[in-house]
Nanobody
Framework: QVQLAESGGGLVQPGGSLRLSCAAS????????MGWYRQAPGKLRELVAG???????NYADSVKGRFTISRDNAKTTVYLQMNSLKPEDTAVYYC?????????WGHGTQVTVSS
């Protein structure tokens, strides 16, 4: 059974940093793009950052220069380094990955930016 497991969320003050991790596990024969989405209360889920299997990245305009997406050498774990966090970054963050040519989602991890 293929699954994604997220970790690293929590409460942080404005200006602080957090690092999210998402590990893919199970019977994986192919891995495509991986990325992070977020959903704030009352808002639609939005793309935060994505990375293709080849290493190309894209970011939401609101996080450019503050967030960095990366993957491990095996490409089964994706990270999101979040710096200079703002209250408007508060949301549930979801990992997304194309595994075995199917789309998978993690259960989400809460990020709260508040003083």
């Amino acid at each position: 059974q293929v699954q994604l497991a997220e970790s690293g969320g929590g409460l942080v003050q404005p200006g602080g940093s957090l690092r999210l991790s998402c590990a893919a596990s199970g019977s994986i024969v192919s891995i495509g793009a991986m990325g992070w989405y977020r959903q704030a209360p009352g808002k639609l889920r939005e793309l935060v950052a994505g990375m293709t299997a080849g290493g190309s990245t894209n970011y939401a305009d609101s996080v450019k220069g503050r967030f960095t997406i990366s993957r491990d050498n095996a490409k089964t774990t994706v990270y999101l380094q979040m710096n200079s966090l703002k209250p408007e970054d508060t949301a549930v963050y979801y990992c997304n990955a194309e595994l075995n040519q199917r789309d998978y989602w993690g259960h989400g991890t809460q990020v709260t930016v508040s003083s």
